[in-house]
């Protein structure tokens, strides 16, 4: 009864220490972070690994409860050994004695007190075969109970080295708790760093939005701006155009008046040769006049 019992509990213990194992072995791109899809698998760590512990103390204290059993069940039966043992003495003792009496009594009374003596030896000896089998029975439960007890041993052992293995992947997980609390706190470090930088990234595209804006608005501006002074441009060259045709029909103007004075100039200088031949000094008065006109002329 005692192996039917302990082999379910050695399968689970199996079973768990095979879980804690693969958990253990699980590749770390493959194991659920702090806040997977919004879930808390921190908190759910956290409790996984009470119950472990917890399970690993009641399995802990478990096999020295079935060993305190096993050993009270020992000495239960070691004392009913010494009881049976002694009843089984004492009733020797007394056949013993019965059959000294008895061999005492046959010569005197060989007919009358035979029948008696036979009957209570046939009682103690009835007494003694069931006291016989008493005692090959609890030895045989003691064989049984001793090869159980070896049995338990081996399974405790079994039981050692797996507790043994737990209390590893017990202890592997704590530090892998730490080392994924301490990643958790870097991570938060960096998300709140990276939400900073965010807003930082957020107000420096709003400032080049408005900043492309106005100069959008100030490109606009340049342009309509360019544009009149192309148009002022244009109406500059038409109206230098127009200046230059004006200026040369000036120059033409004034190298036709220049061309005038000169042969008004001739015709002065024709009349003063005339003037010598009609008299010096109405001469030298149209020649005064001639020169005043002539100078006038070239003044204006």
Known sequence: MEGSRASPQLLLALLLGELLRTVGAMPEDRKP??????????????VAMAFLAALFCVWRNFPCATSWLSVQRQTKLAMMLCELTEEKGQILEKLSLFQEE??????PFPNASFGKQSTEAQSLEATYKKLNRSQSELEDEIRHLAKEIKQEKS?????DDLL????????????ESKSLKSQVGGTKTTAHIFQMNTQLLKIAVKVALEENS????????????AEAWKERVNELKKR?????????????????KENHIKSLCDRLLKLRDWAAVLGEDRDGENLESGREKCSGIKFV
């Open 214 to 225: 106005q100069h959008q608005e100030h490109q606009k501006q340049l342009l309509q701006e």
């Open 164 to 175: 043994a293995d737990i209390s590893k992947t017990i202890r592997s997980l704590e530090e």
């Open 240 to 256: 230098k155009v127009r200046l230059q045709d004006s200026e040369g029909r000036a120059r033409q103007v004034l190298n036709e």
């Open 155 to 159: 399974k405790h052992a079994q039981q």
């Open 33 to 46: 972070g702090p806040k997977s899809y919004g879930f808390p698998w921190e908190s759910v760590r956290c």
């Open 102 to 107: 008895s061999e005492d009594l046959q010569s």
